[in-house]
């Protein structure tokens, strides 16, 4: 492939600026996206924006080469986004100046993984800049395939359409500015280009030296993109070739030229270039001149062996890194086909191939993971391409495992460090009570964030609800119903028992004993005029456990670090591990109902709640950078909300679970 750019008296207008832009893939895994060119025009410039092409230029280059394991489409798509958001902020700015005036092309030319199956092209374009193809003769006006409308001011949208098409052997690309296009078509030249089958450089000068004092009279430029045939195609596949040709109507004034006859006689006092001989051919002259020179002294030997030494050491630290890349290489590619797996089986949209899918990506994160603690040692191109990696699987990871990042909970309530802090809290209708076994006092809080101090003269432990009342437990054993106020002391277990949790159902208590691993059922006896009343403690559980909570509703599920176990009759009947992302590293709570189909669970560690059917799927995840000292959670099931108790704040999340 040969590229020419001509630039046609660029200063031959003040306030008209124009420019073309090569670039070429600068690594392994940006060959895959091909080659990119633009050509831009700017007319009625104002000196601020006299860079305001190199900027789109560099913006789009950066973009379209930032994540290649994009296709070309996509990646260009993405490189028009970012320049339509960069254009719309200058002009919210009050920089409008370029609007009706910027004419930009952006053409990308990839190659097929088999290059004798052609070249693809895609490319879009905006303002007056002319795009032909001229193969076999013909001449085609390919950018009337792109659908311009008028630019609106807002909202701002350049850069539109993308048009792809597939070019063949000895196709010629031409993209010209208006001003040349004009002259072009005027003096009947495409058709004389289009005559050079195969396109060669000789004849294109010729028909351009013809016109030499036309040309003088017009401003603008000139791409032509010629795909020829090169020395190793298509065995070596993508073979190109750059020629920057800018014709000039004066010779440019230049310094240098000027002060090069009185600079000569200086010449032979420039330092002469050092050329740095390779380790080995080092290593060798060093030994040769030891050899050579029968030099004995022991200094100098040492000084020698020391610098070999380093050098050594020098060339096996090059080999370990390169080996250590090549293996990184190697698990990225195997990373790619697993992502490249499940976006496959993304697309059957079953929970089956959805299951099949997280579990590949959360096998590619794995593996991508130690490569991403060596990044500061690694090539910087090729820690673009892991992080961009990454990024794919956590956004594919995110979006599977219904993960909600909110950026700025709402703020329900802040309590004053000097008259309230609590500790746990528990919901009653609309009401919600704060308490802590570090305080004698209650405080409660209304749906209209009005608080209240309660004084008691009691400091609670647990609390859970009970026939429309809230029920407070006090370490050791007493109980109080909420407004009754009545301590009813609990029969001893054992000896030197401590409850940890507490439950209810039914009338029934569940206490769970984190220490002895046993849950404490209390049975209900109250009725008529002593409805608050429990009989003999009973040993629950068949066998000791490892839990942190408990949750209880006919069935009494032991929450774990990072499992669910369920229990009846005392026995265990199934244990639930969510398979999750992120994966639970360690629950603090589970909270359920017989009214609630599903689970609640708080995470503080990774700043989160989860929420979980009873068989273990997962319905919706929230998490907040704002959630940094979570202390305990209520939900409230008549108006479906969640409050988060984090520190002295505590946080509203409104539930829509409907939509799963």
Same mark, same amino acid.
């Given at each position: 492939?040969?590229?020419?750019?001509?630039?046609?008296?660029?200063?031959?207008?003040?306030?008209?600026?124009?420019?073309?832009?090569?670039?070429?893939?600068?690594?392994?895994?940006?060959?895959?996206?091909?080659?990119? +060119?633009?050509?831009?025009?700017?007319?009625?410039?104002?000196?601020?924006?006299?860079?305001?092409?190199?900027?789109?230029?560099?913006?789009?280059?950066?973009?379209?080469?930032?994540?290649?394991?994009?296709?070309?489409?996509?990646?260009?798509?993405?490189?028009?986004?970012?320049?339509?958001?960069?254009?719309?902020?200058?002009?919210?700015?009050?920089?409008?100046?370029?609007?009706?005036?910027?004419?930009?092309?952006?053409?990308?030319?990839?190659?097929?993984?088999?290059?004798?199956?052609?070249?693809?092209? $895609?490319?879009?374009?905006?303002?007056?800049?002319?795009?032909?193809?001229?193969?076999?003769?013909?001449?085609?006006?390919?950018?009337?395939?792109?659908?311009?409308? %008028?630019?609106?001011?807002?909202? !701002? &949208?350049?850069?539109?359409?993308?048009?792809?098409?597939?070019?063949?052997?000895?196709?010629?690309?031409?993209?010209?500015?208006?001003?040349? *296009?004009?002259?072009?078509?005027?003096?009947?030249?495409?058709?004389?280009?289009?005559?050079?089958?195969?396109?060669?450089?000789?004849?294109?000068?010729?028909?351009?030296?013809?016109?030499?004092?036309?040309?003088?009279?017009?401003?603008?430029?000139?791409?032509?993109?010629?795909?020829?045939?090169?020395?190793?195609?298509?065995?070596?596949?993508?073979?190109?070739?750059?020629?920057?040709?800018?014709?000039?109507?004066?010779?440019?004034?230049?310094? @240098?030229?000027? !002060?090069?006859?009185?600079?000569?006689?200086?010449?032979?006092?420039?330092?002469?270039?050092?050329?740095?001989?390779?380790?080995?051919?080092?290593?060798? $002259?060093?030994?040769?001149?030891?050899?050579?020179?029968?030099?004995?002294?022991?200094?100098?030997?040492? =000084?020698?062996?020391?610098?070999?030494?380093?050098?050594?050491?020098?060339?096996?630290?090059?080999?370990?890194?390169?080996?250590?890349?090549?293996?990184?290489?190697?698990?990225?590619?195997?990373?790619?086909?697993?992502?490249?797996?499940?976006?496959?089986?993304?697309?059957?949209?079953?929970?089956?191939?959805?299951?099949?899918?997280?579990?590949?990506?959360?096998?590619?994160?794995?593996?991508?993971?130690? =490569?991403?603690?060596?990044?500061? $040692?690694?090539?910087?191109?090729?820690?673009?391409?892991?992080?961009?990696?990454?990024?794919?699987?956590?956004?594919?990871?995110?979006?599977?495992?219904?993960?909600?990042?909110?950026?700025?909970?709402?703020?329900?309530?802040?309590?004053?460090?000097?008259?309230?802090?609590?500790?746990?809290?528990?919901?009653?209708?609309?009401?919600?009570?704060?308490?802590?076994?570090?305080?004698?006092?209650?405080?409660?809080?209304?749906?209209? &964030?009005?608080?209240?101090?309660?004084?008691?003269?009691?400091?609670?432990?647990?609390?859970?609800?009970?026939? %429309?009342?809230?029920?407070?437990?006090?370490?050791?054993?007493?109980?109080?119903? +909420?407004?009754? !106020?009545?301590?009813?002391?609990?029969?001893?277990?054992?000896?030197?028992?401590? *409850?940890?949790?507490?439950?209810?159902?039914?009338?029934?208590?569940?206490?769970?004993?984190?220490?002895?691993?046993?849950?404490?059922?209390?049975?209900?006896?109250?009725?008529?005029?002593?409805?608050?009343?429990?009989?003999?403690?009973?040993?629950?559980?068949?066998?000791?456990?490892?839990?942190?909570?408990?949750?209880?509703?006919?069935?009494?599920?032991?929450?774990?670090?990072?499992?669910?176990?369920?229990?009846?009759?005392? $026995?265990?009947?199934?244990?639930?591990?969510? %398979?999750?992302?992120?994966?639970? &590293?360690?629950?603090?709570?589970?909270?359920?109902?017989?009214?609630?189909?599903?689970?609640?669970?708080?995470?503080?560690?990774?700043?989160?709640?989860?929420?979980?059917?009873?068989?273990?799927?997962?319905?919706?995840?929230?998490?907040?950078?704002?959630?940094?000292?979570?202390?305990?959670?209520?939900?409230?099931?008549?108006? @479906?909300?969640?409050?988060?108790?984090?520190?002295?704040?505590?946080? &509203?999340?409104? !539930?829509?679970?409907?939509?799963?």
């Amino acid at each position: 492939m040969q590229v020419f750019e001509f630039h046609f008296n660029p200063k031959l207008k003040p306030d008209l600026i124009f420019d073309s832009f090569c670039y070429e893939p600068e690594n392994i895994y940006e060959r895959k996206m091909g080659s990119l +060119y633009m050509v831009g025009l700017l007319k009625n410039v104002l000196p601020k924006n006299l860079q305001l092409l190199e900027k789109i230029a560099k913006l789009i280059k950066g973009e379209y080469y930032k994540k290649t394991i994009f296709t070309p489409e996509k990646s260009l798509k993405e490189s028009l986004k970012e320049t339509n958001e960069f254009l719309e902020g200058l002009a919210k700015r009050g920089d409008v100046s370029w609007l009706g005036n910027l004419s930009f092309a952006i053409l990308a030319l990839t190659p097929h993984q088999k290059p004798w199956w052609g070249v693809k092209l $895609n490319f879009t374009k905006v303002g007056g800049i002319k795009i032909f193809l001229l193969r076999r003769g013909q001449i085609i006006d390919i950018d009337k395939k792109l659908r311009f409308q %008028d630019i609106e001011p807002y909202p !701002l &949208k350049i850069f539109g359409n993308i048009v792809s098409g597939k070019l063949a052997e000895n196709d010629l690309i031409l993209v010209l500015t208006k001003e040349v *296009f004009e002259f072009f078509q005027n003096e009947n030249l495409l058709p004389e280009i289009g005559k050079l089958v195969p396109f060669n450089e000789i004849g294109f000068r010729k028909i351009l030296n013809g016109k030499k004092e036309e040309l003088s009279k017009i401003s603008g430029a000139l791409l032509a993109i010629s795909l020829r045939k090169e020395v190793g195609y298509p065995a070596k596949g993508w073979v190109g070739k750059r020629e920057i040709i800018l014709p000039k109507t004066s010779k440019e004034f230049s310094l @240098k030229e000027v !002060l090069a006859p009185f600079l000569r006689p200086f010449k032979k006092f420039q330092k002469p270039k050092i050329n740095i001989p390779n380790p080995k051919e080092l290593i060798r $002259n060093l030994i040769s001149f030891v050899i050579r020179r029968k030099v004995l002294n022991k200094k100098l030997i040492l =000084i020698l062996a020391l610098i070999l030494v380093l050098i050594l050491g020098f060339i096996f630290s090059q080999l370990e890194e390169r080996q250590k890349i090549r293996i990184y290489q190697k698990n990225l590619e195997e990373v790619n086909k697993k992502f490249n797996l499940a976006q496959g089986l993304l697309i059957l949209d079953n929970p089956q191939a959805q299951k099949e899918a997280n579990s590949l990506l959360k096998e590619s994160l794995e593996k991508i993971t130690p =490569i991403l603690k060596e990044t500061q $040692n690694l090539p910087k191109e090729f820690n673009v391409r892991i992080l961009s990696q990454r990024d794919e699987i956590l956004e594919k990871l995110y979006s599977l495992n219904k993960l909600e990042k909110i950026e700025e909970p709402e703020l329900f309530f802040e309590f004053n460090r000097e008259k309230f802090i609590p500790q746990k809290l528990v919901t009653l209708g609309d009401d919600l009570y704060f308490f802590s076994p570090y305080s004698k006092d209650l405080f409660k809080l209304n749906k209209n &964030k009005n608080g209240e101090l309660i004084s008691v003269d009691k400091k609670f432990d647990l609390a859970t609800m009970i026939a %429309d009342s809230i029920l407070f437990f006090s370490k050791p054993n007493q109980l109080i119903v +909420y407004r009754g !106020l009545t301590p009813v002391n609990l029969k001893e277990p054992y000896p030197d028992f401590n *409850f940890d949790a507490l439950s209810s159902f039914k009338g029934n208590l569940y206490f769970l004993d984190k220490k002895a691993g046993q849950i404490i059922k209390y049975p209900s006896t109250g009725s008529g005029q002593v409805p608050f009343s429990w009989g003999t403690p009973e040993f629950w559980l068949k066998k000791a456990i490892v839990g942190k909570s408990i949750a209880v509703d006919g069935s009494v599920w032991v929450l774990e670090k990072d499992a669910i176990s369920k229990y009846y009759a005392g $026995n265990l009947q199934e244990k639930i591990t969510p %398979d999750i992302f992120p994966p639970p &590293k360690d629950f603090s709570k589970i909270f359920t109902s017989p009214t609630l189909p599903y689970f609640y669970l708080l995470e503080p560690g990774q700043k989160r709640i989860v929420i979980l059917t009873k068989a273990g799927e997962i319905i919706k995840q929230y998490q907040s950078q704002k959630f940094d000292n979570l202390l305990d959670f209520s939900v409230s099931e008549g108006t @479906k909300i969640i409050y988060l108790l984090n520190g002295l704040k505590v946080y &509203k999340i409104n !539930l829509n679970l409907n939509n799963r």
